[in-house]
């Protein structure tokens, strides 16, 4: 096995062979005056190599080539290097070019309407008041939606790690009814057709229904048509909650963004529809208020069909979300 050492001119070692060289045993070496033994062990001036450590544009190159290597290896794109260099207690750093690669955090629509009915699924178990059910939506939606995907990319933008932190908001990225008016249209439409319509003379003019308690409506005859209110408001859900269907379906039917195709799709949440199903007599006794919000939905359905056969809304779909957890893709 050939030694490897290399001596000064009193046969001192000045490398053992392992590992790399010291700046004293290369200026050494560049000087002629190192040394390595020959086959008799005698001392030999070692001829100094060509390069003796590889140039700047060498190493780059490795580099380069290992970072490409790995970016093939996880099939991601790269775009940019970043350059760091140590002086002192600061450190400098140099970016060449701009990463194309981003961190995203968020939940898809899919995602946040499979927890948002579960959670309130749940919640309906418990045998709610009517009121206590539009409080338990409104929360949930608003807590969901700080854990969507940034809105610039739901809108096909090139994400930045900043989008996470800036767009956290308190309100899903979706057209809603009942809901506050949009003039922005997106690519969803929710519908919770058991919630009190926004024109109704029992519903609250102020934002916020987490504001909104048995001690704000208004007293029995107070003024006219809001007679009942209070019974709406503390009524219990199954009985209270059918009797907006119709309404709320007929709204979202005269959507503008809906009939311009700009929602493709559309999620229907009948939370309450278990307790109401529940109610029917085992003798298949006729309930006059679960034919009518069924009728009500299958004309929607009929209408989104329509949309979708005629071209207006030719991508569209519809899912309807029902108790524990079920979801249903309607054929159109």
Known sequence: MKD???FDENKKVIYAGR??????CREMISLGLAYVLDEEGELEPLVPETSVEPTIAESAEKIRGAAEELADTLGVEITGYEVRM???DKTFIAELGTPDVHLVNGLTFDQLAEMANTIIGWMMNRGLLFHEYQELVEKVHRL?????LPRGILQGMVPTVQDAAA???ESFAVNQIPGSPSNTCFDELWILPGLMPN?????PHFEGIDEVHTEDIPPLNERHGMDNCRELWEGRVENVAPQFVCDNLAAAAHS???NRGANKVVRIFLHWEGRLT???SAMNYPNNVSQQYRDCLNRFIGHCSELKRSGDNPGLRVMIYRPNGMVEEVSL
């Not at 024109?199 to 519903?203: D, G, K, M």
């Open 4 to 6: 490897k050492r290399i």
């Open 19 to 24: 590992g790399a060289r010291s700046k004293k």
């Open 86 to 88: 140590e002086s002192g």
């Open 144 to 148: 969901l939606a700080r854990h969507q």
């Open 167 to 169: 767009d956290a908001r």
């Open 199 to 203: 024109n109704h003379v029992c519903q």
């Open 256 to 258: 503008r963004c809906l």
């Open 278 to 280: 529940d109610s029917i």
